[in-house]
């Protein structure tokens, strides 16, 4: 059974940073491309990153380029999203998503999210 | 960046109602499109990959249609389980872009 489990969310102030981790099990990690896909409160989803089966490849969204760094560990099935100089605008919750394949297609599993509050 | 827009944004519907959204690309997609559904503070679900390829386990009422720049996602007989928010998400290219969404709820 292919379970997603995010966790490393909470409140951290403005300019700070925070690791989020996502932990799988069910399909062979290092099969697959991963990504990260938030929704802030009320609002809808917007796609973060992505990281290709062997990390080769990394592709962000404007709005987190340069801040947001994506990663893996394949000898501990966890995937990785460093978030650094944090905004307001970044709380969220933080879902993980598996992909079809290597680094793209559609996402048949996700994980549950885990939230991000960026707040003084 | 592609943009990604739907239509409508939220519809009222009855139970047993066909229903049908549309997603429009600012630019061929070719058909790298998929459907997801979300319900409130759930995860969302993904319905319809490659535009028209149904997932495993999703019910058949569902269908989705489309290439390049315009596609349609179809509930054939709306059930009480199907009040959510609908998304497409184009995976053409990098950065992969959500549209918007359409909220259906019940009339």
């Known amino acids: 059974q292919v379970q997603l489990v995010e966790s490393g969310g909470g409140v951290v102030q403005p300019g700070r940073s925070l690791r989020l981790s996502c932990v799988v099990t069910?399909?062979?990690?290092?099969?697959?491309?991963m990504y990260w896909v938030r929704q802030a409160p009320g609002k809808g989803l917007e796609w973060v990153a992505v990281?290709?089966?062997?990390?080769?490849?990394?592709?962000?969204a404007d709005s987190v380029k340069g801040r947001f760094t994506i990663s893996r560990d394949n000898s501990k099935n966890t995937l990785y999203l460093q978030m650094n100089s944090l905004r307001a605008e970044d709380t969220a919750v933080y879902y993980c998503?598996?992909?079809?394949?290597f680094g793209s297609g559609s996402a048949p599993y996700w994980g549950q999210g885990t939230l991000v509050t960026v707040s003084s | 960046a592609i943009q990604m827009t739907q239509s409508p944004s939220s519809l009222s519907a009855s139970v047993g109602d066909r229903v049908i959204i549309t997603c429009r690309a600012s630019?061929?997609?070719?058909?790298?499109l998929g459907w997801y559904q979300q319900k409130p503070g759930k995860a969302p679900k993904l319905l319809i990959y490659?535009?028209?390829s149904l997932q495993s386990g999703v019910p058949s009422r569902f269908s989705g249609s489309g290439s390049g720049t315009d596609f349609t996602l179809t509930i054939s007989s709306l059930q009480p389980e199907d009040f959510a928010t609908y998304y497409c998400?184009?995976?053409?290219?990098?950065?992969?872009?959500f549209g918007p969404g359409t909220k259906v709820d019940i009339k």
């Open positions: 998503a598996r992909a079809e394949d």
């Open positions: 069910g399909f062979t990690f290092n099969d697959y491309g």
């Open positions: 990281i290709w089966y062997d990390g080769s490849n990394k592709y962000y």
């Open positions: 630019q061929g997609i070719r058909d790298d």
């Open positions: 490659a535009a028209s």
């Open positions: 998400l184009q995976n053409y290219n990098y950065p992969f872009t």
